[in-house]
């Protein structure tokens, strides 16, 4: 049974920083493409950033210079080190895996077999 639990979340001023953790089990984490999605309350859920089981990496441009994605393949664990936060970046986060490389290109969370439930990331001014 495939399980991804996200941890971290956390309320911040603006211009700190939080580690985001999604321990995986279930599966062969490292042939698999993970990713981080966000949702702000009233909007879509977004990508954030993904990476491939190779360790190649992709951001969303609002995200881009400030936050990091990795992970242990030894600790099946993905991270988002997110500094520099700012307000916009309040949301639920949520960890996707998907043994279908092709997605981790940016598609739609909804494409992914298999999210976590998210933890609660608040940024304030």
């Known amino acids: 049974q495939v399980q991804l639990v996200e941890s971290g979340g956390d309320s911040v001023q603006a211009g700190g920083s939080l580690r985001l953790s999604c321990a995986a089990s279930g599966y062969t984490f490292s042939r698999y493409c993970m990713a981080w999605f966000r949702q702000a309350p009233g909007k879509e859920r977004e990508g954030v950033a993904t990476?491939?089981?190779?360790?190649?990496?992709n951001y969303a441009d609002s995200v881009k210079g400030r936050f990091t994605i990795s992970k242990d393949n030894a600790k099946n664990t993905l991270y988002l080190q997110m500094n520099s936060l700012k307000p916009e970046d309040t949301g639920m986060y949520y960890c996707a895996a998907d043994w279908r490389q092709w997605l981790c290109r940016g598609a739609a969370p909804e494409r992914y077999n298999y999210r976590g439930q998210g933890t609660q990331v608040t940024v304030s001014s």
């Open positions: 990476i491939y089981s190779d360790g190649t990496t």
